[in-house]
């Protein structure tokens, strides 16, 4: 409920930069605009996705944190490239400039705290109670395509 108000201001300023704006350099330049940054934000996220996704995996260990955020700017960056919106279009472009994420993420940074494990205490000594059984190599069932794996 908190970001409802928020997102009632942000469309309408939204609205009023499309008339504005559109009003100044034409339907037409408008839509060009807003096209050509949404064409952007789609090559960005493409582009940019996979090595994000890898990076923020390697950056679970804890040690990486303003470089993870910084790939999550990024993708915000895209999206909101993609969102039509001359606002939302500014606030992406300046998102795309490393010196911008690096002063957001390290600023984030200090007020993240990361924790690692998700709650599992790590022993070296662990002992799993279990039962097992012991094949006799001679009676094993053929192999081949099963019932369960058939297309």
């Known amino acids: 409920m908190r970001l409802f108000g928020p997102m009632i201001v942000l469309m309408l300023v939204e609205i009023a930069l499309f008339i504005t704006v559109g009003g100044k350099i034409g339907l037409l330049a408008s839509l060009a605009v807003i096209g050509g940054t949404a064409l952007l934000g789609g090559v960005v996220l493409r582009r940019s996705g996979e090595r994000?996704?890898?990076?923020?995996?390697?950056?679970m260990s804890g040690a990486q944190v303003a470089a993870a955020g910084g790939h999550g700017l990024t993708m915000l960056a895209g999206v909101l490239l993609i969102l039509?919106?001359?606002?939302?279009?500014?606030l992406g472009l300046i998102l795309l400039l490393p010196p911008v994420r690096h002063l957001i993420a390290r600023q984030v940074a200090r007020r993240v705290q990361v924790r690692t494990g998700f709650g599992m205490d790590r022993q070296?000594?662990?002992?799993?109670?279990g039962e097992f059984i012991e094949l006799d190599p001679e009676n094993v069932p053929p192999r081949g395509p099963s019932g369960w794996t058939r297309h």
């Not at 039509?84 to 500014?90: K, Q, R, Y």
């Not at 070296?124 to 109670?129: A, E, K, S």
């Open 84 to 90: 039509p919106g001359f606002l939302g279009d500014l």
């Open 52 to 59: 994000i996704a890898l990076d923020l995996r390697s950056a």
């Open 124 to 129: 070296q000594d662990v002992v799993i109670d």
